[in-house]
């Protein structure tokens, strides 16, 4: 006798029930988020070596503001932030590890953030001009495992205009699970959200 043939959302769940060891890896794209936190903390911890190795106190998820001061000079907290792409809170965070460091120091008013300037010290000045043949380095490096991948680079920014197209909220809302608006009261009557598509839920 043949076996029925599974729908994907059941080959999903047994993929998913076989893997033990690589939870991120069996599920594919539902777990794209954590394959690229996987891949950016392991990437983060192989630099982290080489820096460690040439006896160099300076850690990766410090290069994107030592970079843009070290070619920029001074910068204020919202110009960082949007220069890479990431959140104020962020840069707080890289801003405060690089003071503790000596190697950036910052002007202005500390009750207001927004008018705070973030320097280089003559030592974080020193450090970049050290580390700047291993960040060339490193950026050719970069470029040859892109190639290597396919283009992983051109697939993220597709990935990033895809988002900015539409965002994961608005998405969910055109799905069977429209968690980002409560249901209509004809829909609330009719069915409980969620049921009326996707595998069934247990119990």
């Not at 990766?60 to 843009?68: K, S, T």
């Not at 001074?74 to 840069?91: F, K």
Request: hydrophobic letters at 40%; glycine letters at 8%; one cysteine or more.
């Amino acid at each position: 006798m043949v076996a029925p043939a599974l729908t994907g959302s059941e080959c999903f769940i047994k993929r998913l029930s076989m893997s033990t060891t690589d939870f991120p890896a069996a599920a594919g794209s539902a777990a794209l988020g954590a394959r690229l936190r996987r891949l950016s903390e392991r990437i983060d911890r192989e630099a982290d070596a080489l820096y460690s190795g040439s006896s160099e106190p300076f850690q990766q998820r410090w290069f994107g503001v030592v970079n843009q001061l070290d070619r920029h000079g001074p910068m204020g907290g919202i110009e960082l932030a949007q220069a890479l792409g990431v959140s104020q809170a962020a840069i707080s965070q890289v801003a405060s590890a690089l003071k503790a460091a000596g190697l950036a120091e910052s002007d202005g008013n500390p009750a207001d953030a927004r008018r705070r300037v973030l320097r280089l010290t003559a030592k974080g000045v020193a450090t970049a001009q050290r580390l700047r043949p291993l960040w060339t380095a490193l950026d050719e490096v970069g470029r040859t495992l892109d190639a290597e991948a396919g283009g992983v680079v051109a697939a993220l920014d597709r990935l990033e205009a895809a988002l900015d197209r539409a965002s994961l909220a608005a998405r969910l809302a055109d799905r069977a699970c429209p968690m980002s608006r409560p249901p209509s009261h004809r829909e609330s009557r009719r069915t409980p959200p969620c049921s009326r598509r996707g595998p069934a839920r247990p119990g």
